[in-house]
């Protein structure tokens, strides 16, 4: 529970910085250096850590789940600069945090009768702390404007968030012994696919050039790894998925801290519910 939630934490930060980059770099360009700079921060911690017991079967899904990420991320921080904060948030979070839980729930993940009314608390808290009205949305978006239709933006966070799913549900099923390799393994192939397509649009970033939000997003991205990936490895997939997937609530703390942004009344619903639900989960 622990390690999901330091994920939360740093995924949080890692798509606040993503997403302000975004409105001010190529989404292409932010989404390759996030990938980029998280690989960089993730493989030496991966090197030392070690794997005692690596298969060609967890770096195939370590690969599966950068091909699924590496569109999502384009999609998400494209969404995040030409559609509404307040609809991709919420969608494509919980898609994320849904697909994996019932793909937990269908193996047969055991939980108490408390530990997934917790689920629940926190799968319907999820959209709640996203959300933000649309005079929100121009303020985190400095006048930029919508460019997109409602119904573009749906489709794209839902199916982002469905990316982002396929992560913790690969993830999920590699082996402890493989440590933090698997996770290397989507980032070398989301990075794979993600440099053609940025050198073809000619948005690829030199070092100079490259967002700073960005780079740091990146930082944030690559701990995130870290701890995601050994609550997936050694946690049930619907508690360690739900879990993580509560980094809107990290969104909001800074939108407030940085930005003056106020708390609504659906967010404090929504944290209220965050809260019963960890607790809940804790308590099965």
């Not at 910085?17 to 493989?43: C, D, F, N, Y």
């Not at 850590?49 to 770096?59: H, R």
């Not at 794979?192 to 030199?206: E, F, I, K, L, Q």
């Not at 740091?216 to 619907?238: M, N, S």
Request: include cysteine; glycine fraction near 12%; charged fraction near 10%.
């Amino acid at each position: 529970m622990l390690l999901a939630l330091l994920g939360a934490l740093f995924i949080g930060v890692s798509d606040f910085l993503g997403g302000l980059a975004s409105q001010r770099s190529h989404a292409l360009t932010v989404s390759l250096v996030v990938q980029l700079i998280g690989l960089l921060t993730l493989a030496p911690i991966a090197a030392v850590l070690g794997a005692s017991a690596l298969t060609s079967g967890d770096l195939a899904l370590g690969g599966v789940s950068g091909l699924a990420t590496s569109v999502a991320f384009l999609g998400f921080f494209t969404a995040m600069a030409r559609g509404r904060i307040g609809l991709v948030l919420p969608v494509s979070a919980a898609m994320a945090a849904l697909l994996p839980a019932i793909v937990g729930v269908a193996e047969g993940n055991q939980l108490s009768t408390v530990a997934l009314g917790g689920v629940v608390c926190v799968l319907v808290a999820i959209p709640l702390v996203a959300y933000e009205t649309e005079e929100d949305d121009a303020k985190l978006r400095e006048g930029a404007p919508v460019r997109w239709p409602a119904a573009r933006q749906l489709s794209v966070s839902a199916a982002c968030g469905a990316g982002f799913g396929v992560y913790f549900i690969c993830i999920g099923h590699t082996s402890i012994d493989s440590g933090l390799w698997p996770t290397v393994a989507n980032l070398v192939v989301a990075v794979a696919v993600t440099v053609p397509v940025a050198v073809r649009a000619g948005v690829m970033a030199g070092p100079r050039s490259a967002p700073r939000l960005a780079l740091f997003g990146g930082v944030a991205l690559g701990l995130a790894d870290v701890t995601v990936t050994t609550a997936l490895q050694r946690g049930p997939l619907t508690v360690a998925s739900v879990l993580t997937n509560l980094y809107p609530l990290v969104t909001i703390a800074l939108g407030v801290a940085v930005m003056g942004e106020r708390i609504h009344p659906w967010h404090a619903a929504g944290i209220v519910l965050a809260l019963a639900g960890v607790s809940m989960i804790a308590a099965g």
